[in-house]
C-alpha cells in the first residue's frame, strides 16, 4: 500500500525538511501552507525529485471549511491519508502574561489546537479501522515551551502546547486500538523563521547558552523525529513524546 502524507505547514522550517525526509522514506506527500506558494512549490519539485508524488495546498488550518477542502484534495489525488504530521503553528510577538489579549490568545489557539485538532480528527476519519480505514500515524508538533511555560515570552503559545500534549494522550488512547498511532514531537530552540514572528530572529543564538549541549537545532534534526514517529520503525510506540532540544 503506498504510503500518504499530509505535513501541515510544510512550505518552510520544520515542516519542509519533513515533507523532503518522508519522500526519501517512500511517501508520497501533500505539502500544506498558508501563503507562501513559492515556497511550498520548491518543496514539492524537491520531492518530485526524490521520485514521489506531491501536490501544494493551499489552506488555512484554522478554518474548518479550508481543512475539510484540504483533506479533500489529498483524497482525490492521492488516495487515502496513512499520516498526518500536525506541525503548522505561530507564536506572536514576545510580552509580558499581561499584555496578552482575548483576541491574540484566540488566534495562537485557533491555530496551534484547533487546527491540529481538526487535522487529526479528519485524518481519524480516514485511517481508522472503525471507518474502514487501513490505520496510520499521527505526529503532533508540540514544544518544550509546553513544559517550560515561555514567561515574558508567550505564555499563550506554551498553553496551545500543554493542550497539543493532552490532546496527544487523549486520542493516543482513544484511537489506538483503530490501528492509529498518536505521538507528538516537542522541539526546543531551533533555527527557523518562525523567531521572526516573536520579533527576535536571533533568539536561538541568544539563548544558546542555556542549552546544555550549547548550541540550537537544525530542522532536520526534528524532522528525524517525526519521520521516525511515522513509519513501522516506531511500531510500539503510542502516546509517547520525544524531545528534541538538546537537553533544556
Ligand atoms: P515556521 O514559522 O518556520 O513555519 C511555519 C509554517 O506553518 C509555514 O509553512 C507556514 O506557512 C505554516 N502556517 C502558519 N500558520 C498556518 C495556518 N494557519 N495554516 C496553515 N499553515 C500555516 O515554523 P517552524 O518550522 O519553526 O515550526 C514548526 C512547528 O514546530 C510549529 O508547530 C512550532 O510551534 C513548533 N516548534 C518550533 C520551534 C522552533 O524553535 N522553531 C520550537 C518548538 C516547537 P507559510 O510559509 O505559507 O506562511
Known amino acids: 500500500m503506498k504510503k500518504i502524507m499530509l505535513v501541515t505547514g510544510a512550505s518552510r522550517g520544520i515542516g519542509a525538511e519533513t515533507a523532503v525526509l518522508a519522500a526519501k522514506a517512500g511517501f508520497d506527500v501533500c505539502v500544506n501552507y498558508l501563503q507562501n506558494e513559492d515556497a511550498a512549490i520548491e518543496v514539492v519539485k524537491a520531492i518530485e525529485a526524490e521520485d514521489q508524488r506531491a501536490i501544494a495546498v493551499q489552506a488555512n488550518i484554522a478554518v474548518e471549511s479550508e481543512v475539510m477542502k ?62 474502514g480505514g487501513p490505520g496510520g500515524t499521527i505526529v503532533n508538533l508540540s514544544s518544550r515551551a509546553a513544559v517550560l511555560g515561555s514567561a515574558h515570552e508567550y505564555v499563550d503559545y506554551a498553553a496551545s502546547k500543554g493542550a497539543i500534549d493532552s490532546m496527544t494522550i487523549g486520542l493516543a488512547n482513544e484511537v489506538g486500538n483503530q490501528g492509529i498511532r498518536v505521538n507528538a514531537v516537542r522541539p526546543g530552540l531551533i533555527y527557523t523563521e518562525m523567531h521572526a514572528s516573536c520579533g527576535e530572529p536571533a533568539r536561538v543564538d541568544r539563548m544558546k547558552s542555556g542549552v546544555p549541549m550549547k548550541r540550537g537545532g537544525l530542522p532536520i534534526e526534528v524532522a528525524k523525529a517525526i519521520l521516525w514517529l511515522s513509519t513501522e520503525d516506531s511500531a510500539y510506540t503510542n502516546g509517547s513524546f520525544i524531545d528534541v532540544s538538546g537537553g533544556r
Open 70 to 131: 484540504l483533506f479533500e484534495t489529498v483524497d482525490n489525488r492521492f488516495g487515502r491519508l496513512t499520516a498526518l504530521v500536525n506541525n503548522a503553528g505561530i507564536l506572536e510577538q514576545q510580552s509580558d502574561f499581561e499584555d496578552i489579549s482575548l483576541q491574540r490568545l484566540k488566534r495562537v489557539f485557533d491555530t496551534n489546537l484547533g487546527g491540529s485538532f481538526l487535522c487529526a480528527r479528519e485524518a481519524v476519519m480516514r485511517m481508522s479501522h472503525k471507518h
